[in-house]
Each structure stands twice: as C-alpha cells, then as structure tokens.
C-alpha cells in the first residue's frame, strides 16, 4: 500500500524526494488506512459485540438506547471521510450486550468503504441477528467530505439515514417511543 500511495503522489506531481514533511508519508498513510480506516473488514459482529449476557429479567419489550456514538468512516466513492453519530437501539430478547460494545459494531462497519445508508443497515440486522432482538434501529447522522468540499459544496449539509427492524420497522408506538428518546437526548 505504501508503494500504491508514492505512485499516487508521483502521478499527482508532488515531489516527495527531499521534503522532510513528505518522507515517511507514504508508510503513514498506509498505515492509517489499514489500522484505523479500513480495519473493519477484520473484525464480525459477533467480535465487534463480545461477550453477551443474559437479559435482566422482565425487560423483554423495553428499549436499550444509546445516543451519539461518534464514527468517522470512508466514503466509498470518492474515498473523503465521513464523520458523524449514530443512535443504536433494541429490545432485548434473552441476551444483552455492554453499551460501549454498540460503539464496536458502529465502527465494525464503518472502518469499511460502506454507504451511510448501508452502514445503519449492518448494525441494525447485525444486532438483530447476534442478540437475536425482535426489533433494533441504527439512525446516523453524518458529515460527508464528498457533499461539503467537492461537488455542489454544501458546507453545512447533514445526511441522515435509518434502519430498522423486527418491530421498529413499522410506525407503531415502539417507534414513537424511540424517537421520544432521541429528542429527549437533544435537549
């Protein structure tokens, strides 16, 4: 990979040899991508979300929901970063997860060339599957280097997406009640 970026600096006219700013580049870049952009391809779900346990006793029908995790990603087109939250939620069912461990799925994906849309889509059938929950939701909202540096340049543009599923899919009260607690969490 380091070789594949001093090619990339070398067909972008950038003269690498002799700038001491510009000397490790290429192995730093590489590294970043592999250790912190992209290491998301090495990691499951089941990995990301660890060690399960049992589900407290009567919270079968109860919302788990944690706000603001923060993410940074790649944009798969035009491989400019994305930066943002995402809201994870879900009914237990006989098996819980940590909290911090829905921030270890967020990034399971997102250290991926994946679309927002797709990303809330993952965690939401990912925790559906592993913690075999009736229903769980992903809500991101997200900074797109794409859509605010290149392109049409909307500086302030946020994109939002949703995913549900199991019971969250349809607009009944499980739904409102998750959406209570996301604006409750604004103020």
């Not at 559906?128 to 859509?147: G, K, Y």
Request: with cysteine.
């Amino acid at each position: 990979m380091a070789a594949a970026i001093q090619a990339f600096l070398d067909a972008a006219g950038v003269k690498t040899e002799g700038d001491p700013n510009l000397a490790q580049t290429p192995e730093r870049v590489a590294e970043a991508w592999t250790e912190e952009f992209l290491d998301g391809y090495g990691r499951t779900p089941e990995e990301a979300l660890g060690e399960l346990f049992p589900a407290p006793r009567d919270s079968v029908g109860e919302l788990v929901v944690v706000t603001d995790l923060r993410f940074h990603s790649m944009c798969p087109h035009h491989l400019l970063p994305v930066a943002g939250r995402a809201h994870v939620a879900y009914v237990p069912s006989k098996q819980v997860t940590g909290f911090g461990r829905l921030g270890e799925l967020v990034d399971c994906f997102a250290h991926r060339l994946i679309l927002q849309e797709d990303l809330a889509r993952e965690v939401a059938q990912s925790l559906a599957r592993v913690l075999d929950s009736p229903a769980t939701a992903c809500i991101i909202e997200a900074e797109q280097a794409c859509l605010r540096l290149r392109g049409p340049r909307q500086r302030d543009a946020v994109t939002h997406s949703e995913a549900y599923e199991g019971l969250l899919r349809g607009d009944g009260a499980l739904r409102r009640e998750l959406w209570a607690r996301l604006t409750l969490a604004r103020r």
